[in-house]
């Protein structure tokens, strides 16, 4: 069934869906402002993100003429349209149900056939698109903004979430979480990177909510499932990485009424030699889902031959190689340092070759220039003992290594890269943001005259800081 991506209607609709969604941001806005006036920031950050999900739709059509976000709306659109052809068989695949009876529907019903049908971790994204292909009237634009707005539900958890643990910050916050090109980008289409950096998100949250703060127990072991099932259904090495600091943050918990952070840091070893064999063996219960993460020896396997895919000539001057990989653990480990660096900070300004590679590689240096800014005022030993002073920064750091370093090591690619690793972005900056000395001493000022205001004594755990 071939029609047409998009017709001029979709032009004249696409500022009336786009006003419809902002307004109905806004009520939201107004609604919770008054309790929370983080809520500033809401509609701002979801107009940003609608912007950034149409640039990457024109992009697609007008430069790449082609790619997977068009992909999945016009198998989205197929799926939406066996909703009226064949009801049943519409709510198996929404079920997951990817059987070849279920295909031969799809065939039956002038519907043949949907890209991705074999590929269930990408299919998955289609059985999300085929609902918001219903509501948005079969509009591509619309259904891309569908598709950033209920993301940015995840994205701005996670922008309350630092906000609240680490108070006046909320600009810098903002700019991590809300504002990073590559994440308004990669992160607000209809594509696997938005679902699982918005799902990634809500794990965190939900984490935080039911294990450190003890809130709505009930609602947020349900969202900690969702968001796990969607991790684990498109992108589970995303669920590893994310394991290893969850435990670790759950179990370094319960130290932070130790006031000493001397005490904290010494301890914070054994924390994380114990977080990582409780999550090993939560990888263990879950082999089965994992697939080929499921098992060192199997997630080896499968980085040595993602790496070699993706170092293939047909890539030409968008891969690069951090050398060859013997298939051995010690082998992966040696390649550890040059594969965070890379899954962190590249590609390098040396490595552009197109406009859109050259936005990523900005964004990598200035990152990088961050980094090492705090790194030569704290000096290595203060601005690790800083982040291992912290349960959340240790999630972060803990995480953002992890995710990083699987993604050097098996994503050979540029344009599978800047994609891949925004999950990783606003943890990892959000946590040189909360040990930026510049912050502390921000901090610390507007903590004084707030104390002075309410006529209360000064933190002492911020002046030690």
């Known amino acids: 069934m071939d029609k047409p991506l998009y017709l001029w209607i979709d032009f004249v609709l696409l500022p009336i869906y786009f006003t419809l969604i902002v307004y109905w941001a806004r009520n939201i806005k107004q609604k919770r402002i008054a309790d929370n006036p983080l809520y500033k920031y809401y509609t701002k950050g979801l107009i940003a993100k609608l912007f950034g999900g149409l640039a990457v739709c024109f992009i697609y059509i007008f430069h790449y003429k082609g790619g997977d976000t068009i992909g999945f709306f016009q198998s989205g659109r197929l799926l939406a349209l066996l909703l009226s052809g064949d009801t049943p068989a519409f709510f198996s695949v929404m079920a997951g149900n990817l059987s070849p009876e279920n295909l031969l529907n799809f065939i039956e019903a002038n519907l043949c056939c949907p890209d991705y049908y074999r590929d269930p971790q990408s299919f998955a994204v289609v059985r999300i698109a085929g609902p918001l292909v219903i509501l948005s009237g079969f509009n591509f634009f619309a259904t891309t903004l569908l598709f950033s707005f209920l993301s940015y539900a995840g994205i701005w958890r996670l922008f309350l979430l630092f906000n609240e643990l680490?108070?006046?910050?909320?600009?810098?916050?903002?700019?991590s979480i809300l504002y990073m090109p590559s994440l308004l980008f990669w992160g607000s289409a209809i594509l696997k990177d938005t679902v699982t950096f918005s799902a990634a998100c809500w794990f965190t949250f939900a984490i935080y909510n039911l294990f450190i703060k003890k809130e709505r127990r009930k609602f947020y072991a349900f969202v900690l499932i969702v968001a796990s099932y969607t991790i684990i259904n498109i992108k589970p090495y995303i669920f590893v990485a994310l394991l290893p600091g969850t435990t670790i943050w759950i179990l370094y918990s319960r130290i932070t009424n130790i006031r000493s952070t001397f005490v904290r840091v010494i301890i914070s070893p054994l924390i994380?030699?114990?977080?990582?064999?409780?999550?090993?063996?939560?990888?263990?219960?879950?082999?089965?889902?994992?697939?080929?993460?499921?098992?060192?020896?199997?997630?080896?396997?499968?980085?040595?031959?993602?790496?070699?895919?993706?170092?293939?000539?047909?890539?030409?001057?968008?891969?690069?190689?951090?050398?060859?990989?013997?298939g051995s653990l010690s082998g992966i480990i040696i390649k550890f340092p040059q594969a965070v660096m890379a899954g962190l900070f590249r590609p390098y300004l040396w490595d552009v070759s197109n406009i859109v590679m050259l936005i990523s590689a900005l964004e990598n240096t200035a990152l990088l220039l961050f980094m090492l800014r705090i790194m030569f005022k704290l000096g290595p030993l203060r601005f690790f003992g800083r982040i291992f002073g912290e349960p959340l920064l240790i999630f972060s750091f803990v995480f953002v290594l992890f995710f990083t370093f699987a993604l050097g090591l098996t994503t050979a690619n540029f344009g599978a890269l800047v994609r891949y690793k925004i999950p990783a972005i606003p943890?990892?900056?959000?946590?040189?943001?909360?040990?930026?000395?510049?912050?502390?001493?921000?901090?610390?000022i507007t903590n004084k005259i707030n104390d002075k205001a309410k006529g209360n004594e000064p933190n002492n755990d911020l002046v030690a800081a």
């Open 272 to 326: 994380i030699g114990v977080g990582l064999i409780g999550s090993s063996s939560i990888l263990s219960a879950f082999s089965s889902s994992l697939g080929a993460f499921g098992s060192v020896d199997s997630a080896i396997d499968k980085a040595v031959v993602t790496k070699n895919d993706l170092t293939r000539e047909a890539y030409g001057e968008n891969s690069f190689d951090i050398g060859q990989i013997d």
């Open 427 to 444: 943890f990892f900056v959000s946590m040189l943001v909360v040990i930026d000395p510049k912050r502390q001493i921000a901090s610390y």
């Open 166 to 175: 680490y108070p006046n910050n909320e600009k810098r916050f903002a700019i």
